[in-house]
């Protein structure tokens, strides 16, 4: 959807998109397994389990584990098909909120289980998308399968319609930021009392220059794409 309005006059650049998006998609399914291993490793070592136990121990992990395997089949399919693929995106996008939200799914309902999977989501929703917009996107605009009076307009479709995009996923971002914050600090004294409170300014630094860097994006920069 987010290159689709930019690519509708070139279908075969669209489909060229489409395989390294899916090919991303491919990488991050394979850590997120390796992720799992270690994760199942180190519960076997730690707790003296087999591997069943391991991998089954609790029904959100079951569910993530499905989940990373059915994404993983989806963009290996979406990676090699000839034409849209439609229905296998639509399973890889539904496997991927699978990954993200393995509780849901579990049954595992609950707002406060829900915080931080969604402060990962929209995290996860803004960087992932702008990676995938520059190797997948604007690299296809900028490349042959464009007319040279097309590329810039092109890159601009594409970058103003991911600009609203991150600015949901930014505001979802503080929000939920917030609230995990509070659930972890509960009072001022654990700021420099806990290990959460220690490695917070950290990343508030990190969320400031990601957001300095999408200001400098939207004020300066967008007006000028395309021209």
Known sequence: PLLRPAFGPYPCAGRAARR????????GAVLRLLAIGISVSTAMTAKHLSVVEALTRRPPM????IATLVALIAFIAASSASRDAFATWLLAAIATGGVAF???LAGNVALAQLVN??????ASMWIGTLFVLVVAGVATAMSGAFATSDRGPAVATIVNRFSTLALWSAGVLVLSGVTTAYKHLGKLSALWTSAYGETLPEKLSLVAVVFSVAAYNSLPLKPALGT
């Open 102 to 104: 393995p509780g849901v």
């Open 20 to 27: 390294p998006a899916a090919r991303i998609g491919i990488v």
């Open 117 to 122: 999977p969604i402060h990962v989501a929209a």
């Open 62 to 65: 079951i569910v993530g584990e």
